[in-house]
């Protein structure tokens, strides 16, 4: 018989992409089973969970509990015994003979019957697995009605050993469970791999993935099927979904009968929706009533506002503006406007006593300790700064609101921020998002609805801590700023480098600089969401204290 003359048999495959919380054994497995029986009654084969389901991934240093592998177990009993009859694959940690594996399982009528370790662990950027989990070796094809089926776990696919393989012993279709977190393009990437994977090796590929956030890092969903002639279902990003694909074996050749394939996002969009999933996620997971913020009337913080509200709901959001002496009426308005637009509480609290009592308690000290070039410096401006932050810090307390921080990643990178004033608070959604960015999103978001006005985007942006004062004052143009930043930051070349990408030399040098001095300030500042490659937090290591030079 050909392969042409081969019967038809049919896989009804249901995608799990749902939200799953670190360190939540207990939860995931009841969200595991609930999922399980839901495709169980839609008719499904065999349901597909993400990777490390059951703890959540990243469970970091929760891997070091000797508690860990008891809840697993406890967990995966619980699953067995839960009436399932289709087959169930998913992801958990596992210790054998001493060494922790990053483990898939498939289960069947209450058994265990094949189980597969990650065989490529990512030591970079945000991954440290090899800090945890011992290297699998072993291949996995198991049969689920007449169609055989391989499993590899995320980082396998972007390494031709593990696929090949898994087709070498006769896998007709590849089950790959993935942690894979957003950054700005990764949908594309992801989407790009998975179709050279496919086409390499004539297999189709069902890509689940979590959707979720967990502390900075957001995972965007995007699950799909994959032909070996491209990519033909897609499950929507940034929602958590159960959803079938309905897949026919023709031959040797697996190919969906309800083909559905969802357009790409633009980047404005799918950063934007990032920045809301993970203020979402970080403020519900951690038991807040909601967010206060100190809105300016500047881009940073009425962006900053919009988010919370997609994020949270109005009735969640605090405002407050604190004008001082060099408050424009103008920033005043445009404050008022922003909360108005948006529906939140919204008060102004004057500061002007307050640091003019600061700075009458301080005189004695500061008498004749007159610093560059005599009269107020920055230390006058740092107190106004300092201030508002203290007294957000006070409205958290009363209210138990987290505060929100609005700095964006330009700022935290050349140390334009005061410590323990704007930079107080438990979260800033804007963290990774440099200004030119910030600018492109305030945008898109008033492409929805307006709710920043136009002079707010199109005005030179000032920090408004001394008369007439414009941040270009004291940092190059943003378009340059954050075109060194990525340089610098995000590809790792060396000041000399940029300097031959075009780039005027004392700028360059001046804000390398910058960057490297204000190490101390970004280690204290509040978490926030990862949209770029390389961010300030997890996956950049810096040490404050060091002799390096900048240069080649």
């Known amino acids: 018989m050909s392969n042409s003359d081969a019967p038809t048999k049919s896989l009804r495959v249901a995608l799990a992409q749902i939200e799953l919380a670190v360190g939540d054994i207990p939860g995931n497995c009841e969200k595991v089973i609930e999922s399980a029986k839901q495709a169980q009654l839609e008719g499904a084969d065999v349901v597909v969970f993400p990777e490390l389901t059951l703890s959540g991934y990243p469970p970091e240093d929760l891997l070091f509990r000797e508690s860990m592998e008891y809840r697993i177990q406890k967990a995966l009993k619980t699953i067995l015994e839960a009436d399932i009859k289709i087959h169930v694959v998913l992801g958990f940690p596992k210790r054998v003979d001493g060494n922790l594996y990053n483990q898939a399982a498939v289960i069947y009528q209450g058994k265990i019957i094949h189980e597969y370790s990650k065989q490529h662990l990512p030591n970079y950027q945000v991954f440290d697995e090899k800090r945890y989990f011992s290297k699998g070796k072993d291949t996995c094809v198991f049969e689920i009605s007449g169609v055989k089926c391989g499993l590899t776990i995320c980082e396998d696919i972007w390494f031709d050993g593990p696929v090949r393989r898994t087709k070498d012993a006769g896998a007709q279709l590849l089950f790959n469970i993935n942690a894979s977190p957003f950054h700005v393009q990764r949908d594309q990437q992801r989407r790009q791999r998975v179709s050279e994977v496919a086409a390499k090796y004539g297999i189709t590929v069902v890509y689940i993935n979590h959707n979720c956030a967990q502390d900075e890092l957001v995972f965007d969903g995007g699950s799909m099927v994959v032909e070996p002639t491209g990519v033909t279902k897609t499950l929507p990003v940034y929602q958590s979904v159960l959803e079938c694909a309905d897949l026919e074996l023709k031959g040797y050749s697996v190919v969906v009968s309800d083909p559905e394939v969802d357009p790409e996002m633009s980047v404005e969009a799918s950063v934007y929706k990032a920045l809301v999933q993970g203020l979402k996620s970080y403020v519900n997971r951690n038991g807040f009533p909601g967010v206060v913020l100190g809105l300016s009337g500047g881009i940073d913080s009425g962006l900053s506002l919009a988010i919370a509200v997609d994020a949270l709901g109005a009735d969640r959001v605090e405002a407050f503006m604190m004008p001082y002496e060099y408050t424009s009426q103008m920033s005043l308005d445009d404050a008022e406007e922003e909360a108005k637009a948006l529906g939140v509480k919204y008060q102004v609290i004057p500061i002007h006593k307050i640091v003019e009592a600061g700075l009458e308690t301080l005189s004695p000290v500061f008498e004749n300790r007159e610093f560059q070039g005599g009269g107020a410096d920055v230390t006058e401006q740092n107190l106004q700064a300092?201030?508002?932050?203290?007294?957000?810090?006070?409205?958290?307390?009363?209210?138990?609101?987290?505060?929100?921080?609005?700095?964006?990643?330009?700022?935290?990178?050349?140390?334009?921020?005061?410590?323990?004033?704007?930079?107080?608070?438990?979260?800033?959604?804007?963290?990774?998002?440099?200004?030119?960015?910030?600018?492109?999103?305030?945008?898109?978001?008033?492409?929805?609805?307006?709710v920043i006005p136009v002079r707010v985007i199109e005005r030179p942006p000032s920090a408004e801590l001394a008369p007439d004062q414009k941040d270009e004052d004291n940092l190059p143009p943003y378009e340059i700023l954050d075109k060194i930043i990525e340089y610098y930051v995000e590809q790792d070349l060396s000041a000399e480098a940029i300097v031959e990408k075009g780039l005027e030399r004392e700028q360059v040098y001046r804000v390398v600089r910058l960057i490297d001095i204000n190490e101390y300030k970004r280690r204290q500042a509040p978490e926030g969401v990862r949209i770029t490659p390389r961010g300030f937090g997890r996956d950049r290591r810096y040490p404050i204290t060091n002799g390096w030079k900048a240069g080649y």
């Open 386 to 450: 300092r201030t508002r932050g203290q007294l957000l810090m006070a409205i958290s307390n009363k209210t138990g609101k987290m505060v929100l921080t609005t700095g964006n990643k330009s700022e935290m990178a050349v140390g334009y921020a005061t410590l323990y004033g704007d930079m107080c608070g438990g979260y800033n959604a804007l963290k990774d998002v440099p200004k030119t960015l910030v600018f492109a999103l305030s945008r898109y978001r008033n492409s929805i609805s307006p």
